[in-house]
T-cell receptor, first 115, second 110 residues
Framework: EAQVTQNPRYLITVTGKKLTVTCSQN?????MSWYRQDPGLGLRQIYY???????DKGDVPEGYKVSRKEKRNFPLILESPSPNQTSLYFC??????????????FGSGTQLSVL | DAKTTQPPSMDCAEGRAANLPCNHS???????VYWYRQIHSQGPQYIIH???NNETNEMASLIITEDRKSSTLILPHATLRDTAVYYC???????????FGTGTRLQVTL
C-alpha cells in the first residue's frame, strides 16, 4: 500500500533533549516536506526537499533540522526542543516538487509535547 | 499563490449533497484549485483538483466558475464519515508548498 509513515505517533519529551521524528515513503517520490499544525494557525511548512541531498527552509524552520540522504526517508530533528515546538507534525510527499498538477500524500501525524 | 476564503463551518444531513464554497477572486491563470480534507487530527487527505474545467472523481465533484474566481466542492451523498475540515487551496507549484487556510468545518448529522 502506498503510504507515508511517520514515527512515533505520540512523543512527550523535556526541554533540551534531542529527538528525531522519522518519515518514510514507499512511492519513490522525489519531493518530501514537513509541516506543523497549531490551533488557529493552520499548517505551516517547516522544511522541504526536492530530491536526495537537496533541502530548503519553509516558513518556520527555526529550531529544526532535516536531512535527505536517501530518497525514501526525511527525518525531522529537534536538536534542543523547547515548549513552543509542542505541536502536531505532518510529513508529506509527492512525485515531484514544483509541479502544479501534483498531489501531496500526508503521514498520520506525530503529536509532540515538550515539557 | 492566491488567497482563498471559505465559510468557517457548515452542516449537512446524512445522505444529502454537501456543497462547500470557496472564493479565490485573485487566482491567476496557472493556479490550480485543490481540495483536501482533514478528519480529526489525521493527516490531510487529497480530494480533487482542477484548473478551469469541472472535475469529478470517486470522492467528489469540483465545479469552477467560468471566471475562475470561485469554486464549489460537492460531496454527492454525505455520510457521517465525511465530517471533517475541508481546505480549498490555490497553488502555483512554488516549492510545492500548499498554503492551508483555516478551512470549512463540515458537520454531517443524522
Amino acid at each position: 500500500e502506498a503510504q507515508v509513515t511517520q514515527n512515533p505517533r505520540y512523543l512527550i519529551t523535556v526541554t533540551g533533549k534531542k529527538l528525531t521524528v522519522t518519515c518514510s515513503q514507499n512511492m519513490n517520490h522525489e519531493y518530501m516536506s514537513w509541516y506543523r499544525q497549531d490551533p488557529g494557525l493552520g499548517l505551516r511548512q517547516i522544511y522541504y526537499s526536492m530530491n536526495v541531498e537537496v533541502t530548503d527552509k519553509g516558513d518556520v524552520p527555526e529550531g529544526y533540522k532535516v536531512s535527505r540522504k536517501e530518497k525514501r526517508n526525511f527525518p525531522l530533528i529537534l536538536e534542543s526542543p523547547s515548549p513552543n515546538q509542542t505541536s502536531l507534525y505532518f510529513c508529506a510527499s509527492s512525485r515531484t516538487g514544483g509541479a502544479t498538477n501534483e498531489k501531496l500524500f500526508f503521514g498520520s501525524g506525530t503529536q509532540l509535547s515538550v515539557l | 499563490d492566491a488567497k482563498t476564503t471559505q465559510p468557517p463551518s457548515m452542516d449537512c444531513a446524512e445522505g444529502r449533497a454537501a456543497n462547500l464554497p470557496c472564493n479565490h477572486s485573485t487566482i491567476s491563470g496557472n493556479e490550480y484549485v485543490y481540495w483536501y480534507r482533514q478528519i480529526h487530527s489525521q493527516g490531510p487527505q487529497y480530494i480533487i483538483h482542477g484548473l478551469k474545467n469541472n472535475e469529478t472523481n470517486e470522492m467528489a465533484s469540483l465545479i469552477i466558475t467560468e471566471d475562475r474566481k470561485s469554486s464549489t466542492l460537492i460531496l454527492p451523498h454525505a455520510t457521517l464519515r465525511d465530517t471533517a475540515v475541508y481546505y480549498c487551496i490555490s497553488y502555483t507549484g512554488t516549492a510545492s508548498k500548499l498554503t492551508f487556510g483555516t478551512g470549512t468545518r463540515l458537520q454531517v448529522t443524522l
